[in-house]
């Protein structure tokens, strides 16, 4: 049986392989992703971003929890992304820790992921990830991670509900409150509402969110509509899904049913408008864009001597000619 | 990228109260480039085994203090077994009686550190161990 027929069949010791075949890009995990492919496209995955020590992790493991009481429970999967060492390439991936409520439940998968310092290769390595639990089944899947660099803003993009979470500040930790969570969150979780200024906290972010819906109207992909694709997504979004905020104590499991609610509205707003497909189909041009580009790029390549190549670059840099002209002589084949 | 990943999870099974050494460990994993997935206090042997199938890890760590390692470390082995996850490599660490030795290696723990042992030591232990032998795949 090949790893892609076992994981449909519900091996988790073949699903648990397969995930690491293609977190380390082994080309028979790439193979069998391939397979899975049309197995995906069903999961709902809800990023969930924010400072360390916000209590995202305890948040998911109340999350998970309460969609497997439901009656019919979805199965649950999780991804829990930590940053990895840039001295030793090591990690630490304690998110585990808190989910400890979690254990023994079959319906349940949690895989802890180090960030592996790679630029781009993050947010494409955590959306394999998830294509494979989508294909094996897991229907809600939890993507946690530390929302720092544009890495992490990028996988927040891939989920198609984003949690920014937050907790409550006094003073001058209510203004280190990044105004740049509003162009990722579809809902803010203000978490550890039971500490002082968790008014304060709220009163600002309503505020943040209503400049951000009067002055510029940002697109449901987190960038600022320019140019006539821009133009069609703003139509959208005006129409459409008002940021909400969320009050929970996730150790204490407060406000984790209120919160569910909200996600599952997303959900249903997203289908419901269209923006699910929209999202999906765009997202989907990109990787294949991404994919094309990359291959175009290797095969190129092998056309051109390395001698060739190193000339060209050496023209560059005595200033000899421009670096458009110089693309173009090799695209060419003209001499440089 | 470079050479893979070893990827450990370090537990501690049983009702020891304090983790101090496992995290030192677990540093010291790290800083020698090895992804450490740490569960914290309070394991049992079944969510160790249910935690290392996830992770797909290479090596266990574990942390006992209690003496109750006897019990715990042949459960834990027995479910890996039954997860056909033999091939992750076993290390134990903590408050081990020299004579409980042998018959832990007897059952198939890689190795058996108790206080005092210097970090090298275990990270070359698990290097050997994880690389040295044939991949699994």
């Known amino acids: 049986m090949t790893l892609a027929i076992s994981v449909l069949d519900g091996d988790r010791l073949a699903l648990a392989r397969l995930l690491t075949q293609v977190e380390n890009n082994h080309p028979d995990g790439l193979a069998a992703l391939d397979q899975l492919y049309p197995y995906t496209g069903k999961a709902h995955l809800v990023g969930v971003t924010g400072a360390p020590g916000t209590g995202k992790s305890s948040l998911v493991n109340q999350l998970a929890l309460y969609y497997r009481r439901r009656d019919q429970p979805p199965r649950v999967g999780v991804l829990a992304v930590d940053p990895s060492s840039p001295f030793s390439g090591g990690a630490i991936l304690g998110d585990r820790v808190r989910m400890r409520d979690l254990a023994g439940d079959q319906g349940i998968f949690i895989r802890s992921m180090a960030s592996r310092g790679s630029l781009g290769g993050l947010a494409a390595a955590t959306s394999n990830l998830a294509q494979v639990l989508d294909a094996a089944g897991y229907e809600i899947i939890f993507i946690e991670t530390v929302g720092a660099g544009q890495a992490e803003v990028d996988i927040a993009r891939h989920a198609h509900t984003t949690l ?17 969570i509003l162009e990722v969150a579809d809902i803010i979780v203000l978490n550890k509402a039971d500490r002082p200024g968790v008014e304060n906290t709220e009163r600002v972010l309503r505020g943040m969110l209503q400049l951000a819906s009067v002055e510029q109207p940002v697109d449901y992909l987190g960038h600022h509509a320019t140019g006539e694709e821009g133009q069609t997504l703003v139509k959208q979004k005006s129409s459409a899904w008002e940021i909400g905020i969320a009050r929970t104590v996730a150790t204490e499991g ?29 997202r989907i041009q990109a990787e294949l864009d991404a994919l094309i580009h990359a291959n175009l790029l290797a095969r190129w390549r092998k056309h051109i001597s390395e001698e060739r190549y190193q000339q060209a670059l050496n023209s560059l840099v005595k200033r000899e000619h421009s670096p458009i002209q110089v693309a173009k002589a090799l695209l060419d084949g003209d001499e440089i | 990228m470079g050479e893979r990943k070893i990827r450990v999870l370090i537990a501690k099974p049983g009702l020891d109260g304090h983790d101090r050494g496992a995290k030192v460990v677990a540093r010291a994993l790290r800083d020698s480039g090895m992804e450490v997935i740490y569960t914290g206090l309070r394991q049992t042997p079944e969510m160790i085994a249910e935690a290392a199938l996830q992770e797909d890890v290479d090596a266990i760590g574990l942390s ?35 004579e409980d030795i042998p018959r832990l290696s007897e059952l198939g723990v890689s190795g058996v550190y108790g206080p005092g042992t210097l970090t090298e030591n275990i990270i070359r232990d698990i290097r050997q161990a994880v690389l040295g032998r044939n991949d699994p795949d």
């Open chain 1, 164 to 180: 920014v979470v937050e907790t409550p500040g006094f003073g001058d930790d209510i203004q280190a409150i990044k105004a740049g």
């Open chain 1, 254 to 282: 407060q406000g984790i049913g209120e919160l569910a609610g909200m996600i599952d509205q997303h959900r249903q707003y997203l289908k419901a408008s269209g923006v699910w497909q929209q999202r999906e189909r765009q």
């Open chain 2, 64 to 98: 006992i203090l209690s003496g109750a390692h006897m019990v715990l470390v042949p459960r834990l082995l027995e479910l890996l077994k039954a997860n056909q996850q033999r091939h992750v490599s076993v290390f134990v660490g903590g408050i081990i009686p020299d």
